[in-house]
């Protein structure tokens, strides 16, 4: 059996780790096709050089363009290694442009899909990711949901129960693996910040970066809890967005924001791990979040991640510059509702998630689930 993993941002990097790293303990055989949409030494090779990951394979070299365009070329890009590898399976991870171009270059060449982070829905079109997700799942041939809520969202949708594996998410054998790694390192970026409370955001969500009005309104509330030591690694997208609309200064001359560049992975789970509340745009913020056992206030107005909000340990905070303030002062005052938010039970599984999808992957094999009769 041979296996091509295609990938292309930080999340699905972080996220495939636990399934290459089980790929090559069982010996089987795969190819790594990288489509190059995440390029910068920040957000891809920090990943391949700190989680110890195999370089790719292939780099396709998209970059940054339009959504057309970019997954466009990514199709053009891994139809061609798929023609010359001629795998077995095709994983793809998440809900990015590098999942669909993936989802859609294998089915189209009736080669088998396998989709980990499966049936996540925000029920939102408005957002690429959705749109993404949805296709990838109709594209796919099995797949691989980290709770029962995202299998029941594929079978409402009418996809076939057989194929449909609940497994928990890959973030958490990542996280767990990884915490204990980063704790051994000598510095720690969390203890360099030392005094008082830490808050850590993360932001990058086209709909709150590349909007004016909504990205004023949070860098007005980060001004404005000076109460606390404000941590913010920044994303590309967020900074180049922060420079355009006269913000970056703004947040520059504040001496209790830190700025940074985006953090290796080791660097944010200690930083993660030692934070009082982290504010956050993104999904795997959201579940490593109550993995770590971190308040999570989610700057968004709906979230796929909608089990952490059920268990109590993440709120919707939206962008508004008030109501971030209020939830971040009333987790800070008080430590009754503080403690419930930290004590949520983790949705996302025992950090199992890819022995689990690799057990699935070797029984479809000898099934014979993975061959598809053009
Ligand atoms: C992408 C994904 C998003 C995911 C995120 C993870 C899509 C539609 N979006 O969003 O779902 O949550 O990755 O971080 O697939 N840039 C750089 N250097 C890089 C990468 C990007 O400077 O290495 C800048 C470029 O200006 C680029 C912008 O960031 O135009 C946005 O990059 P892009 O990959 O289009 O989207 P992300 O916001 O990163
Ligand atoms: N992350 C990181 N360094 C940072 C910020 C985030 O390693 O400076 C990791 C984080 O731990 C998580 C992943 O990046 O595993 C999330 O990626 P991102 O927020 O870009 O995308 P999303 O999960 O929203 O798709």
Do not use: W
């Amino acid at each position: 059996m041979k296996i091509a993993i295609v990938l292309g941002t930080r999340p699905e990097i972080i996220k495939m780790a636990p399934i290459i790293d089980k790929l090559q303990n069982e010996s089987i055989s795969f190819t790594l096709i990288h489509t190059g949409q995440h390029y910068d030494y920040e957000m891809s090779d920090q990943f391949f050089f700190e989680l110890e990951l195999p370089s790719p394979d292939y780099n396709i070299g998209v970059g940054s363009c339009s959504h057309g365009k970019m997954t466009g070329k990514m199709i053009t890009g891994i139809e061609k290694t798929l023609k010359k590898e001629d795998p077995n399976l095709v994983l793809v991870q998440g809900d990015t442009n590098a999942t669909l171009a993936g989802a859609l270059a294998a089915s189209k060449m009736h080669i088998a899909v396998g989709h980990v982070e499966a049936g996540l829905r925000s029920f939102d079109k408005s957002m690429p990711e959705e749109i993404n997700r949805v296709i990838t799942d109709m594209c796919s041939t099995i797949h691989y949901a980290p709770t029962e809520e995202a299998a029941l969202n594929l079978i409402f949708e009418g996809l076939n129960p057989k194929n449909i594996y609940i497994t928990g998410n890959t973030v958490v054998d990542a996280c767990i693996r990884n915490l204990k790694i980063a704790k051994k390192k000598k510095k720690n970026i969390a203890k360099k910040l030392n005094s008082g409370k830490i808050i850590t955001i993360t932001l990058h969500r086209a709909e709150n970066v590349d909007n004016k009005n909504r990205l004023y309104d949070i860098v007005k509330a980060l001004k404005e809890l000076d109460e606390f030591n404000i941590v913010f690694p920044i994303h590309p997208r967020t900074r180049k967005n922060l420079k355009k609309f006269g913000l970056y200064s703004e947040l520059k001359k504040c001496e209790h924001v830190h700025i940074l560049k985006p953090l290796g992975y080791l660097d944010f789970l200690l930083l993660l791990s030692e934070s009082f509340i982290v504010l956050t745009d993104s999904g795997g913020v959201q579940e490593e979040a109550i993995t770590l056992n971190v308040p999570c206030l989610t700057l968004r107005y709906n979230t796929e991640r909608i089990e952490t909000v059920d268990a109590g340990g993440n709120i919707l905070v939206g962008t508004r510059k008030d109501k971030i303030i209020k939830y971040v002062r009333l987790i800070a005052n008080n430590k009754k509702f503080r403690e419930k938010m930290k004590n949520a039970t983790n949705p996302y599984g025992d950090g199992k998630a890819s022995e689990r999808i690799i057990e699935s992957i070797i029984n479809a094999s000898k099934d014979g689930k993975l061959k598809i009769s053009p």
